[in-house]
């Protein structure tokens, strides 16, 4: 596993929330940033993105809007982690 990712709260954050809500099988340790989501994940599927978002609303404190969803944001638990990132400091 990456260092970075090891040292990265927002990144660890996200991975639990990702791994718990999905019910994704094995160490959650195996997902790094660069691990494949949308399309690579059967269970993020339309009801897997719906669950996701709204656990991480709840984990994150934070309040996401249609518009800036997109399947970019999916692509990776990286990409996840960063877009989080950036709103929790937009909020914060």
């Given at each position: 596993?990456?260092?970075?990712?090891?040292?990265?709260?927002?990144?660890e954050?996200?991975?639990?929330?990702?791994?718990?809500?999905?019910?994704l099988p094995g160490p959650k340790q195996r997902f790094v940033p660069d691990s494949g989501l949308f399309g690579e994940i059967p269970e993020l599927d339309s009801m897997g993105v719906v669950l996701l978002l709204t656990a991480l609303e709840d984990r994150f404190d934070?309040?996401?809007?249609?518009?800036?969803?997109?399947?970019?944001?999916?692509?990776?638990?990286?990409?996840?982690?960063?877009?989080i990132r950036e709103r929790v400091e937009q909020s914060g």
């Open positions: 596993m990456s260092v970075v990712a090891e040292r990265d709260p927002v990144f954050s996200v991975r639990d929330v990702i791994v718990q809500t999905l019910d934070i309040q996401l809007s249609d518009d800036e969803i997109d399947a970019e944001w999916f692509e990776t638990f990286g990409s996840v982690a960063n877009f």
